[in-house]
T-cell receptor, first 114, second 108 residues
Framework: EAGVVQSPRYKIIEKKQPVAFWCNPISGHNTLYWYLQNLGQGPELLIRYENEEAVDDSQLPKDRFSAERLKGVDSTLKIQPAELGDSAVYLC????????????FGPGTRLTVL | RKEVEQDPGPFNVPEGATVAFNCTYSNSASQSFFWYRQDCRKEPKLLMSVYSSGNEDGRFTAQLNRASQYISLLIRDSKLSDSATYLCVVNLGGKLIFGQGTTLQVKP
């Protein structure tokens, strides 16, 4: 069974440029998560989707970050404009449902903002 | 105060050693608990869940003390392949909250 797929794996951009990350969760997983992981830290939740509905976006900096999961399958996370402090690894994860099920992570997108 | 606190290490141990990691969490309403493993430049993967009665998976033993809000992971007979970062994770209302991780380096 295919795991969580993310692209691109690496992205280098200049500050103030836009950037987008794509995630395709494990087939049949209704819950999708976007996390941010800074070096030497654990992942921090940005947003959680139940099917196509964003049910927890309290940690998403909405002035510059946006996300969508239009058909309840794959998802896109966008930053516009990017700032130097956005350099991090952006991880996507999915689970069958949000209640206690194991979350499976994708390989992440490593973003460098110059 | 962080919601989940871990000693970042690194812990440098020889092969065959026993090593223990500790973790504390601040919210008593936390519902379930896990250890995830993250290899260098890879994604986190579930290592094991942690139950109040304690649970074991081969060389790994996890313990939970709800009264003290304390979680531990014991690794016996360390292998070179155990070198990784171990993330303590609590589930609070369906949201996973990760500690910063403890780095283990097992040396020959």
């Amino acid at each position: 069974e295919a795991g969580v797929v993310q692209s691109p794996r690496y992205k280098i951009i200049e500050k103030k440029q836009p950037v987008a990350f794509w995630c395709n969760p494990i087939s049949g997983h209704n819950t999708l998560y976007w996390y941010l992981q800074n070096l030497g830290q654990g992942p921090e939740l940005l947003i959680r989707y139940e099917n196509e509905e964003a049910v927890d976006d309290s940690q998403l900096p909405k002035d510059r970050f946006s996300a969508e999961r239009l058909k309840g399958v794959d998802s896109t996370l966008k930053i516009q404009p990017a700032e130097l402090g956005d350099s991090a690894v952006y991880l996507c994860a999915s689970s069958l449902s949000f209640t206690y099920n194991e979350q499976f992570f994708g390989p992440g997108t490593r973003l460098t903002v110059l | 105060r962080k919601e989940v606190e871990q000693d970042p290490g690194p812990f440098n141990v020889p092969e065959g050693a026993t090593v223990a990691f500790n973790c504390t969490y601040s919210n008593s309403a936390s519902q379930s608990f896990f250890w995830y493993r993250q290899d260098c430049r890879k994604e986190p993967k579930l290592l094991m869940s942690v139950y109040s009665s304690g649970n074991e998976d081969g060389r790994f033993t996890a313990q939970l003390n709800r009264a003290s809000q304390y979680i531990s992971l014991l690794i016996r007979d360390s292998k070179l392949s155990d070198s990784a970062t171990y993330l303590c994770v609590v589930n609070l209302g369906g949201k996973l909250i990760f500690g910063q991780g403890t780095t283990l380096q097992v040396k020959p």
